[in-house]
């Protein structure tokens, strides 16, 4: 099939333009995504003291967790939560929520009862600014730009027919640079385009949900509470009834949970209304290897369970929902797997630059408008920008006082600083490819530091701390480390003069 002249210069303009407008946040979402994957997993290098093992055996942490949660009942939170210990994270975590609604940490010692209070939140945060939470209006702008990504899929492979398999295999380093950059565009654009239709779908449902669901309540269900309840598989916890109660019995209700769903794992305890008589603790369990992951069981203060959602749910929303949740955070993948998807992440973050880069060849052929000297600076100064402002994050979780009050402010802070000093630099230098050149070797060298600086800290060799956890990550700062120093060592070369003509077969 062979689109008509007209069709292809319309589908080639919806292509450019949606690309260009959406790209630095698109670069933002893969680059951080590869991070966001592994949150859980960065938990034992951002704190030390996590990466011994679990010392207490579950009984005797639940026994704690019930101390904690009789102790709490006297300020009758709304919410309240605690975590038992995980390979990950082997201390308690105790989780309130403020009046203004939100939620805040502590960590406790199981065997001492020591508490941490408020930590480096490292791998949480790369995770929410996967999808721009900490910024405002930022999930909003996430699931639009997820969207956007969609109509990039679907108006690059139409652009793309009947020539699919050989832009997979053609590549010419050598030709003109707007040759390489579209070889390079298209090669990473058709290997990534199911990945990439996957995440469009998924980051727009999860990004837009609070924007769509209304409409749908008002539309499908005639506004009924109830009703949206049961549509979606989640009921409205019990209102509190204003008489005190104690905590449910956490022992009784982990058993139940453990019944019920055998195949889960267990590791949280989240109350609704805790020290009234109408008081439910709810367990939420996964399981691994699979797309319908989470199980749900919800308990009184009596030890009646009043709710109980198997894998997948009981609905049509959840059975829809579920998996696609689990194909955005990988909850089906192994460990490879989930590499596979860090490394697929990259691939498309080089994808989404080399198409800004195709653009700007393009036009500087054609004459260099201010838009493109705008899109040029910006690209340099918010996407090398923002590989100098992880690894200062990564060095502020290092040198940051443990007991800094408030660390994780400090960490956000120093990232966010770091990103828009990368940003003001490539707009106030004439070069944003010596720019971007500059903010790529300062990355490089920090992330390079970041083990050094953890090795001597923590009294140790390089690559030897005991704790798979920390060693997966400093290989994966290191790999990084490795792909900045060869992009800031490439940007010199392809700005050498291209050759005077170019193959005319080359599709544009």
């Known amino acids: ?28 979402l893969f680059f951080l995504g590869s991070f966001a994957l592994f949150a859980e997993e960065l938990a034992p290098w951002q704190e030390p003291t996590f990466r011994a093992p679990i010392a207490v055996p579950e ?28 390979d990950e994270e082997p201390w308690l975590r105790l989780w309130r929520m403020s009046p203004d609604g939100a939620i805040r940490s502590t960590w406790m010692d199981p065997v001492s009862g020591r508490q941490l209070g408020e930590r480096s939140d490292l791998g949480e945060f790369l995770n929410a600014m996967h999808f721009l939470e900490p910024l405002p209006f930022g999930k909003h702008l996430a699931g639009i730009a997820s969207g956007v990504l969609l109509l990039l899929v679907v108006t690059g492979l139409l652009i793309q027919l009947g020539r699919l398999v050989r832009e997979l295999v053609q590549f010419r380093p050598e030709s003109s640079r707007r040759t390489l ?28 949900s609070d924007w769509y669901t209304p409409a749908v309540v008002s539309a499908a269900l005639d506004g009924d509470v109830k009703a949206t309840d049961v549509a979606v598989d989640w009921p409205t916890p019990t209102a509190p009834s204003g008489q005190p109660g104690g905590a449910p019995d956490l022992g009784q209700a982990l058993a139940l949970a453990k019944a019920r769903f055998p195949r889960s794992e267990h590791h949280h305890f ?23 992951a989470f199980t749900h069981v919800r308990v009184t203060r009596e030890g009646d369970v009043i709710w109980a959602r198997d894998t997948g749910g009981g609905t049509l929303y959840t059975q829809v929902m579920d998996p696609l949740y689990g194909l955005h955070f990988a909850t089906w993948a192994s460990f490879p797997a989930k ?25 500087r052929l054609q004459g260099k408008s201010r838009f493109d000297t705008v899109l040029a600076r910006l690209t340099a100064g918010v996407c090398a920008g923002l590989t100098l402002a992880v690894a200062v994050l990564f060095l502020a979780n290092q040198l940051l006082p443990a007991e800094l009050e408030d660390r994780p402010r400090w960490e956000h802070t120093a990232f966010f600083v770091a ?54 990550t400093e290989v994966g700062i290191l790999v990084l480390a490795l792909l900045l120093v060869g992009a800031a060592r490439a940007i010199p070369r392809l700005q050498k003069k291209a050759p005077a003509t170019m193959p005319a077969a080359v599709p544009t």
């Open 181 to 208: 950059w579209s070889d390079a565009h298209k090669v990473t654009g058709v290997i990534s385009a199911p990945f990439l239709f996957v995440f469009a779908v998924t980051g727009g449902i999860l990004c837009l």
């Open 339 to 363: 590499v596979l998807y860090a490394l697929l992440s990259w691939l498309v973050a080089f994808g989404i630059l080399a198409g800004n880069l195709l653009w700007l060849e393009r036009r």
């Open 419 to 472: 990103w828009a000093l990368g940003i003001v630099s490539a707009w106030v230098e004439g070069s944003p490819a010596a720019s971007a050149r500059r903010l790529l070797v300062l990355a490089s060298a920090g992330l390079f530091a970041v083990p050094l600086v953890d090795a001597v800290r923590m009294q140790r060799l390089p690559l030897a701390s005991g704790s798979a956890f920390v060693l997966a």
């Open 270 to 292: 989240f109350f609704d209304h805790l020290g009234d008589a109408n008081g439910t603790v709810h367990l939420p369990g996964e399981t691994e290897g699979s797309l319908h």
């Open 59 to 86: 009984a005797q942490a639940v026994q704690l967790a019930q101390r904690l949660a009789e102790a709490e009942t006297a300020a009758r939170p709304v919410w309240f939560g605690i975590s038992l210990p995980t």
């Open 1 to 28: 099939m062979k689109l008509s002249p007209r069709s292809y210069s319309i589908l080639w303009d919806a292509h450019a333009w949606s690309g260009v407008l959406s790209s630095l946040i698109l670069f933002v």
